[in-house]
């Protein structure tokens, strides 16, 4: 009698997908549908209700909204990778699992495929999944990094500002301010500013005037240029104010945001005295970019490289194969690039799949595709090293700042970690402090852990993606816990 979630999807006898891809996001859907063109079974899972992924995320069903609320880029391209979705689903070569999250993958025991562990649904019920081939497309999560006050209730996440509107039509506050570093920034503002709110600035601690060091690259992606000056033409329009080279180094108000304090940054991101001043907002939205999520890959043993920004995305060659045989990853995975890169290399991962499995003939196409991406590639690594944070940015802090927020570490009891108790690194300061062994398990406090114990931030060491049910963790195949991820084991 089969008693493990593997052993029950062996024993009803399906037979494994070609590939599976983890993530309906631009990435994972366009490699979806781009190898069942070409005669690949697929099978793809996502946690959402429907594919999008953060970029195309969709209101409610229960709001009953029409059109996304916040304008999209390439929506009706979008829209036709859709359609194409739902005609594989029909013609049985595309299995669409949504609601599915996938918490881990292990090797089937002959190596002829991967096991794919997944929860479905609110009741959290087990799923197994196999195939032959497996593609990563995981998309990322926001980096924050802490600062006095970002506890008050009314200080959100830039991404997250924007997933309250696309899903719940709902704006973080009235007036609302923003700031952090990066490209999402502006795109958020322009949002907001287009739903009804007033932002009196956009505070960016990075200096715009860093791209022009990267000249040659900007003048192959015309593309971006222009759509940075069209959202910078929409702010002036708004009356939006930009303040580069700022940050918010204090939040005011107790049971909600009255007014934030800004101040200028040196290029090492420290706070220059005397330059302070007040703001008066009931919301912020702040964040400082995007970290790849790779808990997936990394326990899977795939290699990852560091990017311009000091974050780590995986190490992938120009047919999107990361470096364990069998496995491709799409998107911001690879490093943060935008809707339009990850479009592009989903592309290339479903045609590099079809080609690996039935010797499909790459076509010319590909070669086209392969350069666009590069040249995208060297956009975002541009965009990364514009926006790196620099290591002034921890004098913002205060003693009582909160770094880990589940855990409720303050910034004092991690510098205790560090200059009084010999912790060298973030993963020694996590066992002095319990900073990172929260309900997030670090997601959110590792950059800040490991730039106040002087590392960069390690590279994902979770063995789950997500929390699960002991009972589905006790019945993993023969490994036991401590076998999860081992792609040895």
């Given at each position: 009698?089969?008693?493990?979630?593997?052993?029950?999807?062996?024993?009803?006898?399906?037979?494994?997908?070609?590939?599976?891809?983890?993530?309906?996001?631009?990435?994972?859907?366009?490699?979806?549908?781009?190898?069942?063109?070409?005669?690949?079974?697929?099978?793809?899972?996502?946690?959402?209700?429907?594919?999008?992924?953060?970029?195309?995320?969709?209101?409610?069903?229960?709001?009953?909204?029409?059109?996304?609320?916040?304008?999209?880029?390439?929506?009706?391209?979008?829209?036709?990778?859709?359609?194409?979705?739902?005609?594989?689903?029909?013609?049985?070569?595309?299995?669409?699992?949504?609601?599915?999250?996938?918490?881990?993958?292990?090797?089937?025991?002959?190596?002829?495929?991967?096991?794919?562990?997944?929860?479905?649904?609110?009741?959290?019920?087990?799923?197994?999944?196999?195939?032959?081939?497996?593609?990563?497309?995981?998309?990322?999560?926001?980096?924050?990094?802490?600062?006095?006050?970002?506890?008050?209730?009314?200080?959100?996440?830039?991404?997250?500002?924007?997933?309250?509107?696309?899903?719940?039509?709902?704006?973080?506050?009235?007036?609302?301010?923003?700031?952090?570093?990066?490209?999402?920034?502006?795109?958020?503002?322009?949002?907001?500013?287009?739903?009804?709110?007033t932002v009196p600035a956009i505070v960016e601690a990075a200096a715009y005037t860093a791209y022009a060091d990267r000249l040659g690259?900007?003048?192959?992606?015309?593309?971006?240029?222009?759509?940075?000056?069209?959202?910078?033409?929409?702010?002036?329009?708004?009356?939006?104010?930009?303040?580069?080279?700022?940050?918010v180094t204090a939040v005011h108000g107790t049971d909600r945001v009255t007014g934030v304090t800004v101040q200028r940054l040196d290029?090492?991101?420290?706070?220059?005295?005397?330059?302070?001043?007040?703001?008066?907002?009931?919301?912020?939205?702040?964040?400082?970019?995007?970290?790849?999520?790779?808990?997936?890959?990394?326990?899977?043993?795939?290699?990852?490289?560091?990017?311009?920004?000091?974050?780590?995305?995986?190490?992938?060659?120009?047919?999107?194969?990361?470096?364990?045989?069998?496995?491709?990853?799409?998107?911001?995975?690879?490093?943060?690039?935008?809707?339009?890169?990850?479009?592009?290399?989903?592309?290339?991962?479903?045609?590099?799949?079809?080609?690996?499995?039935?010797?499909?003939?790459?076509?010319?196409?590909?070669?086209?595709?392969?350069?666009?991406?590069?040249?995208?590639?060297?956009?975002?690594?541009?965009?990364?090293?514009?926006?790196?944070?620099?290591?002034?940015?921890?004098?913002?802090?205060?003693?009582?700042?909160?770094?880990?927020?589940?855990?409720?570490?303050?910034?004092?009891?991690?510098?205790?970690?560090?200059?009084?108790?010999?912790?060298?690194?973030?993963?020694?300061?996590?066992?002095?402090?319990?900073?990172?062994?929260?309900?997030?398990?670090?997601?959110?406090?590792?950059?800040?852990?490991?730039?106040?114990?002087?590392?960069?931030?390690?590279?994902?060491?979770?063995?789950?993606?997500?929390?699960?049910?002991?009972?589905?963790?006790?019945?993993?195949?023969?490994?036991?816990?401590?076998?999860?991820?081992?792609?040895?084991?």
């Open positions: 009698m089969p008693n493990s979630p593997s052993d029950r999807g062996r024993a009803t006898g399906e037979q494994p997908a070609d590939l599976a891809v983890v993530g309906a996001g631009p990435a994972g859907l366009t490699a979806a549908v781009t190898a069942a063109d070409l005669g690949v079974t697929v099978v793809l899972l996502d946690a959402a209700d429907r594919p999008g992924g953060q970029y195309h995320r969709h209101a409610a069903p229960e709001l009953g909204a029409r059109t996304p609320s916040v304008p999209h880029l390439k929506r009706r391209a979008w829209t036709r990778w859709e359609q194409r979705l739902r005609r594989h689903r029909s013609a049985g070569r595309i299995r669409y699992l949504p609601a599915h999250h996938v918490w881990t993958v292990l090797p089937e025991a002959d190596g002829s495929g991967w096991v794919l562990h997944a929860v479905a649904g609110e009741e959290e019920r087990a799923v197994t999944v196999r195939a032959r081939t497996l593609l990563l497309a995981t998309g990322a999560y926001e980096r924050q990094l802490p600062f006095p006050g970002w506890t008050v209730p009314g200080v959100v996440g830039a991404g997250g500002a924007q997933a309250m509107l696309k899903s719940g039509l709902v704006l973080p506050g009235r007036r609302v301010l923003v700031a952090g570093s990066g490209p999402l920034l502006l795109a958020v503002t322009a949002s907001l500013a287009a739903a009804g709110a690259t900007l003048a192959v992606n015309p593309g971006k240029a222009l759509e940075g000056a069209r959202l910078g033409a929409g702010l002036a329009r708004r009356s939006v104010r930009v303040l580069s080279r700022h940050a290029s090492a991101w420290r706070p220059v005295p005397g330059t302070g001043r007040r703001i008066p907002c009931d919301a912020l939205a702040v964040g400082h970019g995007l970290v790849p999520q790779l808990e997936l890959a990394t326990a899977l043993g795939c290699a990852v490289r560091r990017t311009a920004d000091g974050t780590v995305a995986l190490a992938l060659d120009t047919r999107q194969r990361t470096s364990v045989p069998g496995i491709w990853s799409a998107g911001e995975t690879g490093g943060i690039g935008g809707v339009e890169l990850a479009l592009l290399e989903g592309r290339l991962a479903g045609h590099d799949v079809a080609h690996e499995l039935h010797g499909t003939q790459l076509p010319p196409r590909t070669r086209v595709l392969a350069r666009r991406r590069a040249r995208r590639r060297a956009f975002a690594e541009t965009m990364a090293a514009a926006h790196r944070p620099g290591p002034g940015w921890v004098e913002w802090l205060a003693p009582a700042t909160a770094v880990c927020r589940c855990e409720e570490v303050t910034v004092a009891e991690v510098r205790e970690a560090v200059e009084t108790l010999g912790a060298a690194d973030s993963r020694t300061v996590k066992l002095l402090t319990r900073a990172g062994m929260g309900w997030c398990q670090g997601r959110m406090c590792a950059p800040a852990v490991a730039a106040l114990a002087g590392r960069e931030p390690p590279p994902e060491s979770r063995p789950l993606s997500c929390p699960v049910l002991l009972g589905n963790l006790a019945q993993l195949p023969g490994t036991g816990a401590s076998g999860i991820g081992d792609p040895g084991s």
